[in-house]
């Protein structure tokens, strides 16, 4: 459970501490990766709403509890959690304090070597794909896999990728050997593309 922690601590925490936020590399190295912008939305749907809903519709990808994980980074108005799936792979997320509702939810996946790798990654694709139904139930599972594998191809080997998709934010960060995590976020719409969709 140590090792565990440190790695989700030392790992991807850009995806929830805000767009000033560093990777574990230097400071003075990296470009900070703009997650989670100010004034960004959450999701109309809390934590255990969340995890429950999962649960019932994906039996064979099983979420354990969350549980709140606290660093010096937090901004006053966000609490994070994590929830350990295997050794290897992990969901962790933003929460709107006080709330608890969804402002980030993310999955990584830390690479293995030998004869599992293949199907470890077979089954991070499958919690990835799944969090994707979650949050656009309009998909099917062929669709929510096809689009994880255009976005992960976008943002094969890159620190930060992002596609936008109606109110819903897709976030890859691809360290390579370090580690694999794919994020979902609400966002705000403009009025002129509400508008837009509306004269549609």
Known sequence: MKKWTILWLSGLMGLAVGPHALSAESESTTAAAPYL?????????????????????????????????????????????????????????????????I????????????????????????????????????????????????????GKGKRYFADTEGAVRYVVADHGEKGLTFAIEPIKLALSETLEGNNK
């Open 37 to 101: 912008l100010a004034g960004a939305p959450s999701f109309d749907l809390s934590i255990s709403q969340f995890r429950e809903k999962f649960n019932a519709d994906n039996p064979k990808l099983p979420l354990n509890e969350f549980r709140s994980i606290a660093t010096s980074r937090d901004r006053a108005n966000l609490t994070r959690a994590a929830s350990k799936i295997n050794e290897n792979l992990y969901a962790s997320t933003a929460l709107e304090r006080g709330t608890l509702k």
């Open 103 to 154: 402002k980030s939810m993310q999955i990584t996946w830390l690479p293995i070597q030998g004869p599992e790798q293949k199907s470890a990654r077979t089954k991070a694709l499958e919690y990835m794909s799944a969090m994707i139904r979650a949050f656009v139930p309009t998909f099917s599972q062929a669709q929510s896999q096809q689009k994880l594998q255009k976005l992960l191809a976008a």
